[in-house]
């Protein structure tokens, strides 16, 4: 495992060697990678860091709000591009292009508000199963295979590359980070996009974000490494004595150590009855409920 105090003192030298005297963005989305690397960026270069956060209408519920108190003590920049985001998915369908576009998107956004902030360098959370599952062919993350081959900036710093995600967890833990963020659950760099298979649309985006925090709701308390709530297409079902051609549904839980490999969780079965009895009753244009009991490989822990 990673000695925390030497990489510590090691990632604060490399991003101060990096930038120098310049500013840097850094592209914060409250989960512990981008939390760890935004504080191991604002010990190393203090007001010459501009966090930035981008509400891209992809993340989950309440999210803005949750990363506003996280970081109330840093000057945050929030940038609303909900409808952007939207725009850029439209009749996008491929799980590649969508980690594409998304990618792109959150690019030009940060060109955009370092030309505004006249920064040169843009400091991102990435980790080492980002870079082997995009070398590989895997799933290109956002931040590596799907960011454009032409960027605006000086240099990109990436402190935690060749880190896993317990590890970063540890680096998390040794900075003092409070545990809603060095405790919490991976969540994909395209948000809610990955999780909706076929088109984003607001209406998905609706269902499966309302979706999803009834899984958490009901399964964070069986500590899963990750879980969530997948919208897959229609299916016939019944409501009220009346057809309904509602959505699927998918809910994932699985453990794992690194993300590299996962085993499903093993919920007992009243609690994936009451999930799937509170997300048909809670959102009336579900039809059904299914729990994937894949582990990975073969499947990937999210749906595309």
Known sequence: MVNTQEFIEGAIAEIKREVRNH??????????????????????????LCPVYVDTGLM?????????????DMPLTIVDAKARFIDALER???????????????????????????????????????????DGQIKSHHNVGG?????????????????????????????KLPPELSE?????GPGLAVRIIGEVTEEKLRVVREANAI?????????????????????????????????IIAVRAVQSRDGMTAD??????????????RITNEIPDVARVVYDITPKPPATIEFE
């Open 23 to 48: 500013r840097a963005i850094i592209a914060l989305s409250g989960g512990v990678d981008s939390s760890v690397c935004a504080a191991l960026a604002y010990q190393a270069l203090g007001p010459n």
């Open 60 to 72: 989950r519920k309440g999210e803005t709000d949750n990363i506003k108190r996280a970081f109330r």
């Open 92 to 134: 996008v369908v491929d799980p590649e292009e969508k980690r594409k576009v998304t990618g792109e998107t959150f690019i030009r956004i940060f060109e955009e508000v370092a030309r505004q902030k006249n920064v040169e360098y843009l400091v991102q959370g990435t980790i080492y199963p980002d870079i082997i599952e995009s």
């Open 147 to 175: 960011l454009p081959s032409k960027i605006a900036f000086n240099g990109v710093v990436e402190p935690l590359k060749y880190l896993y995600k317990d590890e970063v967890r540890e680096i998390a833990r040794a900075l």
């Open 184 to 188: 919490r659950m991976p969540f994909p």
């Open 215 to 247: 899984v958490e709701q009901e399964v964070l308390r069986y500590k899963p490494w990750q879980t969530f709530a997948a919208l897959l297409e229609k299916g016939t079902g019944v409501k009220g004595d009346v057809r309904l051609h509602g959505w």
């Open 264 to 277: 499903v969780l093993e919920m007992p079965y009243d609690v994936l009855r009451k999930i799937a009895s």
